[in-house]
Nanobody, 125 residues
Framework: QVQLVESGGGLVQAGGSLRLSCAASGRTFNNYAMGWFRQAPGKEREFVAAITTSGLSTYYADSVKGRFTISRDNAKNTVYLQMISLNPEDTAVYYC??????????????????WGQGTQVTVSS
């Protein structure tokens, strides 16, 4: 089992920045590739970013590329999502997840077996 707890969400004006954190406990954190997903009201959960176990490779949705940065600190059992140039379309509940299936689809929520409870990000115009 891996327990994941997100923090760092909040209300920010368009153009602003936030850094989300996801603290992991339980099984060895650095055994898991990690991902961030988000879900806006009335929409499906969508992939945001992913990072490999070592942190050497990262992947992003086109909608956030160049604005969001995923990183991890294995010594602190924490994964981060730095978000800049936020716009109202980024408003959603953001979830971190630990990947438990490796079939090449890092962008698919079905590859992630452990999820946090989510943190709300609201961007006002």
């Amino acid at each position: 089992q891996v327990q994941l707890v997100e923090s760092g969400g909040g209300l920010v004006q368009a153009g602003g920045s936030l850094r989300l954190s996801c603290a992991a406990s339980g099984r060895t954190f650095n055994n898991y590739a990690m991902g961030w997903f988000r879900q806006a009201p009335g929409k499906e959960r969508e992939f945001v970013a992913a990072i490999t176990t070592s942190g050497l490779s990262t992947y992003y949705a086109d909608s956030v590329k160049g604005r969001f940065t995923i990183s991890r600190d294995n010594a602190k059992n924490t994964v981060y999502l730095q978000m800049i140039s936020l716009n109202p379309e980024d408003t959603a509940v953001y979830y971190c997840a630990a990947r438990t299936t490796y079939s090449g689809r890092y962008y698919s929520y079905s590859e992630y077996g452990y999820w946090g409870q989510g943190t709300q990000v609201t961007v006002s115009s």
